[in-house]
């Protein structure tokens, strides 16, 4: 259909529909599977297998939305409706910030290499949440290698390039929006009574092939954004062992899940009411 920005028609059911199926699949399917390979002495190939899926999972999310995304559709995936006041806070245009996956990696080896109760392998072994867990993936973290450390590094220095570019992308197509709008507008009343409605019907034009242009950036600032939460979360993946990448994948999972939690939900919603 031609773009509007006056469209009625809100694709906000599809999208939560959407949302709330893949959020149950990644609870529900690959939360367990993780939990499973990692608890157990599953093989390599069976824990490289579940990691494999539950990446892919990842990345279908973030393909789904590019799909979708065109100058109908953006203003909803940039401020989406279906996401809960739990999520809201961590949203980097529509989607969770490219930040907090690089935190989330830290925070395993920080730590696993602050605590000093992991000293050696006697202690782990008496540690309740680690004792059905085998003792390499107990230990995963513990003196991470060099070159990890360093991939780590250049993955946060792109992130740290990334993130200011595209929010100075978002700012210059607010920018020339509002700067089209307005000019075209007042001039529409700046001309005589007889010539006004005819002025008045081509600003209106003119604000729908402004917002048209801006709506166009935005669909590719977004598509942006998710490449490279799509792109830091392989090459995590990519950097660590099978069994940090289950881990981290493990990890991000049950973060994404807690948005969920309907307890959580409640607590937070109501420390956020004024009092």
């Given amino acids: 259909m031609p773009f509007s920005i006056f469209s009625r028609k809100k694709p906000t059911r599809r ?10 699949t990644l609870t529900d399917n690959c939360l367990p599977l993780l939990r499973q390979s990692l608890s157990s002495a599953a093989s390599a190939s069976v824990l490289s297998s ?10 279908i999310y973030y393909e789904t939305l ?3 995304a065109d100058s109908n559709t953006i203003p909803y995936l940039l401020f989406p409706s279906w996401r809960n006041s739990l999520e809201t806070p961590f949203l980097f245009l529509g989607d969770i910030h490219p930040f907090l996956l690089t935190s989330l990696l830290r925070s395993f080896i920080d730590r696993e290499n602050q605590d000093s109760d992991y000293e050696d392998e006697d202690t782990l072994r008496l540690i309740p949440d680690l004792v059905n867990q085998p003792l390499k993936i107990a230990t995963a973290w513990k003196d991470p290698s060099d070159e990890l450390v360093k ?3 250049q993955i946060e220095c792109t992130m740290r390039l990334m993130v200011p570019l595209l ?18 507008w007042i001039g529409s009343y700046q001309v005589g009574k007889k010539r006004k409605t005819a002025a008045v019907t081509a600003a209106a034009s003119a604000v729908e092939d402004a917002a048209k242009v801006e709506m166009e950036e935005l669909v590719s600032i977004f ?7 799509k792109s830091v ?16 994948l493990e990890g991000l999972c049950q973060f994404l899940a807690g948005f969920k939690d309907q307890l959580l939900l409640q607590d937070f919603d109501v420390v956020a009411l004024p009092n």
């Fill in 233 to 248: 979360i392989m090459d995590i993946v990519g950097a660590t062992s099978e069994h940090q990448a289950a881990l981290f």
């Fill in 15 to 24: 999208f939560n529909d959407f949302y709330t199926d893949w959020s149950k």
């Fill in 66 to 68: 590019d799909l979708a």
């Fill in 50 to 59: 579940n990691v494999d899926l539950v990446l892919r999972h990842l990345v």
């Fill in 167 to 184: 929010m100075d992308r978002v700012r210059k197509a607010q920018r020339g929006f509002v700067s089209r709008v307005s000019e075209n």
């Fill in 223 to 229: 598509v942006d954004a998710n490449r490279l939460r």
């Fill in 151 to 153: 991939r780590i590094d």
